[in-house]
């Protein structure tokens, strides 16, 4: 049995690796343990978005709203290589009615002449003004009134639609999100494991004994209860607590289509159901639709997005862009089921995206964490350190606002003066690559390139510029152990790359694998 630490985590998600590094930072000694892939589940499988939620507002999360509108700049500042700024555009459709059902529909079905569920125009505009003042922006431009006709915005949308607001938000890379919390985590001193599946957990003598499947056994003063959509199987099987609070399970599925627009801002559309979706510039050549919003039930890494689903989406976007979305389009699904407090809400859409920190102190302290959005990591993180800190003598203050993540240490409009740099410094690399490698890796780009004269140096070229030297970085530094991790959660160049390709990549990583 090893030496004790301070916080054993379970659960190698955005949540579980932002509680790391945290925590790690604060000088804590911090052992995670994920039964996968870091971000294999829920957090690579989001919409890619740091926002407030702008149609929370409609189910009075205020705090929510407000928490998150604020955390949109704090996480540009500090990622500004794998999240940027980006306009989102709002069409206003006359034909549209809606069957909605949330507080704000009631009680304007109440006090006004229109049918239960219509969501007027002057009702989005008053949603956007508080979008643009909750959370004090200083980056983000505010709320426009935009013209479709005859516009880059308007040309992909169907005739009808005439006017649209424009507001902002900010996309995000999630998986490598959560990979730079764990690699910045580690470099603070925590223990990163992955495929460490933990078979119990039980309190022992003042503190937490943690045994993994493989037999490993670790100790530590506070457990962290981070498993995303298994977190209520850790309470019950693993750790055998007893507890009140539970989990909804709500799966969201997305759809990538070849590019249908060729400007660079998202669309936001509004349906008749009253839910919305994205349409989002994704990976250059396509675009990303999503999302369902559907109860889950079953094993979690098995949701995918159904045949019901991409009809849905399609349907959903063709009602909006002039030249239909249909199935023969989508080129890839995923769908991510997202752990939601169980707050007894009627549907999946209602059900609240706020956390929930539960904290045990029957014994040895076990934190267990519900829900919660990729936007507002960061605070949750924040938030539970600061329930977990009085079991701990040395922990220190809070200080992630503002410390950049690993290659994140350069302004958030500096990614075209890196781009020039990386160039000039390795010129045989074409503006895509080099683009590329410094919205993945930042300041870390060159690092990972080394001493490279020529594109040979860089070793194998596994297809898709990726090449054996970025493999071996992302082996070394961001813990991928198959061609898996690094297609489709370190980069999507899985978009790019044949089965063959990927075949021959996860054999030459097993060879290295091995020969470690």
Known sequence: MSEITDLFIIGGGINGCGIARDAAGRGLSVRLAEMGDLAQATSSKSTKLFHGGLRYLEYLEIRLVREALKEREVLLRAMPHISRPMRFV????????????????????????????????????????LYDNLGGRKILPGTASLSLKGTPEGAPLQDRLQKAYEYSDCWVDDARLVALNARDAAQRGAAIMVGALVSEAAREGGSWRVTLE????????????????????????????PGTETVRLVRGSHIVVPKLFDHGKAYFFQGADGRIIFAIPYQEDFTLIGTTDRDHHGDPLAAECTPEEQDYLCAFASRYFARPVTRDQVVWTYSGVRPLYD????????????????????????????????????RLAEHALE????????AGPAWTAGVPLP???????????????????????????????????GTDAGRMLGGAKVAADLGRDFGATLTEAETRWLMDHEFAHHAEDVVWRRSKLGLRLDAARIGALEEWMTQQRAAA
């Open 90 to 129: 709002l069409p206003l459709d006359p034909q549209m009615t809606f069957e909605s059902d949330t507080p704000v529909s009631r009680m304007l079905g109440l006090m006004m002449p229109w049918n239960r569920g219509h969501r007027p125009n002057f009702l989005i505009r008053a949603g956007l003004f």
């Open 214 to 241: 493989d037999g490993r056994v670790f100790r530590a003063r506070a457990l962290v209860n981070a498993g995303g959509p298994w977190v209520g199987q850790v309470i019950r099987d693993v750790a055998h607590l």
């Open 343 to 378: 707050d007894g809400a009627k549907s999946a859409t209602a059900a609240t995206r706020d956390y929930v920190l539960s904290l045990d102190t029957a014994g040895a302290p076990c934190l267990n964490v519900f829900g919660g959005k990729i936007t507002t990591y960061r």
């Open 387 to 394: 329930k977990l800190a009085p079991h701990f003598d040395r």
């Open 407 to 441: 290659g994140g240490d350069f302004p958030v409009d500096g990614v075209e003066a890196l781009v020039a740099r990386l160039r000039a410094e390795f010129p045989f690399l074409d503006r895509p690559w080099a683009t590329r490698l410094v919205r993945a890796y």
